[in-house]
């Protein structure tokens, strides 16, 4: 085909190349956060090596997923799911990490910042959870007093909640009156038949976690939902194993 003006035909060729690059630019699945990838091991690193190697938690968008400890040093962590110590007496996490989407690192941090100031710091024992992993859980205990139906997942799986407790700064454990997944009423934040100090390490626990924006389940005093993530979409990311 000749076309009859050289110039025009010049002038749409130019256009319709920045628009194959343009969309060559975009994600191919933008309704899913994107993961910022790296490629230091930011367990040796600094506070201040933190903030140079990995991209400012104010520049990403609030549901992209993040790893906490790529952000802080400052918190402990237990991560019960990557072992055989909890209540499925099974490993359901090929490693342990603690991901959750952005909104909900900035309000763990300023918490856990709160908290160092009288002596204290979260400990961890579970954070986001891939829905894949709920559907493992609940093959293994399929009820849904102790498991969420994964067709309906739960915040964990929407990168919004996580199970806690307190440790000192020197890294001893806040006698909670039970242990993590402990199913029963002494675990319930409205039982106040408990020793004195583990009244008020609940109170510590709870009046700084709802002070950030954070909610308390009555019957699990380890479990927080972070109020703003919880209508945000069920994930399955799957970090990387090393």
Known sequence: ????????????????ILACKENRGKSVN?????????????????????IKEFPDLNSLP?????????????????????TTNNFLKAQVYDCAECYTRVKTAKALMAANQDLMEIGYRILFFDCYRPNSVQYKMWEIVPNPQYVANPVKGSVHN????????LVSLDGRQLDMGTDFDFFGKRAYYDNFDLP???????????????????N??????WHYNYGAASRDPVADFRWPCE
């Open 158 to 165: 929407r990168g919004g909640a996580v199970d806690i407790s």
């Open 196 to 214: 004195e100090q583990v009244l008020a390490n609940r109170k510590i626990l709870k009046e700084t976690m709802e002070r950030h924006g954070f």
């Open 62 to 82: 609030d549901t992209t997923f993040v790893r906490l400890a790529d952000y802080s040093a400052d918190f402990a962590y237990d991560m019960r799911y990557a």
């Open 1 to 16: 085909m000749v076309f009859p003006n050289k110039k025009l035909f010049s002038v749409l060729l130019l256009l319709l």
């Open 216 to 221: 308390s389940i009555r019957t699990e005093w």
């Open 30 to 50: 933008s309704a899913e956060p994107q993961i910022p990838v790296v490629s230091v091991d930011s367990a040796n690193l600094s506070e201040e090596d933190l």
